[in-house]
DNA sequence: GTCTATACAGGGATAGAC
DNA sequence: GTCTATCCCTGTATAGAC
């Protein structure tokens, strides 16, 4: 099992409620990064219909009106933020899944590191998955998109490694099941918990190497 | 294994999104009921926040003010939802798990038979999980008091397990990671889904066992 | 216990100066 | 690109008649 870390993105390196802002703004313009950090954390905080837009501006140190310079509606700020976490989400696990090593070995590191991934970012994962249905229409598709994208590639390497000897009754029933176990991390974790991210992710891999009949290494 | 049903909740008997309604405000008074009613369908389809108190009145066919003889506030009706969303989810983990049979038998049950739940009343489940926040401190308490009933459950089965050949390395890990299999159905089920909730229950239940590394039977 | 009417606050978004 | 000022709507909750 390799000790790669996470890719590109840092995952531990700092303990707020901003982390994963911090990570998905950086391709923001720096006008734009103020008000969508504020936006971040104060959906984070209270949720997105509580949070007004003067709030957002507030926290940006800017006026009310100021958030409309850069974004065409509050939703359309719920929309950035979604889909770059989401994003942020695939290339963990693209990098996991795709890495070196044994099938085996590569479920161990996507459902290590994506669950780690969903500890350390819970609370910006969960304004993502607590307001999807807050969407326009057309914005919940470019989301469920990305979604899809992770389930296709968590469901390619369990029927990869089933041809390497995982025993899977059903894959699509197992690919949810497995992604559940790292998703709803950002359901439960605080930080205050008691086991480190990393161990959760640990915990969950080797959780996972059983549910599909394998063995690490 | 016994193929006892989920214990006087009839689940899987209708196929709305009133489901956990029609459990849940059997408790009360016929007055209170309506609303009761029509706030969980508006709670599950438009969020807290964006439900208005004249939704609610107007789908219980009230005017806006007959809502505030029933309840105190907003917040209440969201208060009562969730306890008694909860209060039920709690019967059925507590009627699995202490049924008949071997640790291993009632682990399938409980498994099964709270995924099962979770998928039927995935909406109202939702609308309990997504608005922990939104209730005053008290109420929130009211809440997690329950859930810290169920997962105390759950270890005490997984606990009795292990003592019979469960083989598990940390009992609270693997606690909080069933209990993440059966709780996150409710966030990606929807009733067009492919499996049917009591399928759904099966496959998780035997994952379960794989979890634990127990033998059904 | 239900209604109509309304008080009162707050929010999303825009206008127009600088 | 940021500000102040403001429009207009919606929301929670209450008053008081029936």
Known sequence: MSDREIPSAEVGASTTTMDALELTC????????????AAIDAF??????????????????????ALYVHFPSKEAVLHQISVASLGLTRDVAKAASTGPGSPAERLFATVRDLTTWHAVHSASVRVVLHHLTDLTPEHRGDVTDIQREIYRMMRGLLVEGAEAGFDIADPGATT??????????????????????????????????????????
């Open 44 to 65: 984070a905080e209270r949720g997105f219909h509580a949070t007004s837009t003067r709030d957002i501006a507030a926290r940006a140190g800017l006026s009310p009106a």
């Open 176 to 217: 949810i099941a497995v992604l559940s176990l790292c998703v709803d991390t950002a359901r439960w974790y605080t930080p205050d918990y008691r086991r480190a991210p990393e161990r959760i992710g640990e915990d969950h891999a080797a959780l996972a190497l059983r549910m599909v009949g394998a063995h690490r290494g």
């Open 26 to 37: 950086r391709r923001f313009p720096e006008g734009q990064r103020r008000i969508f950090r």
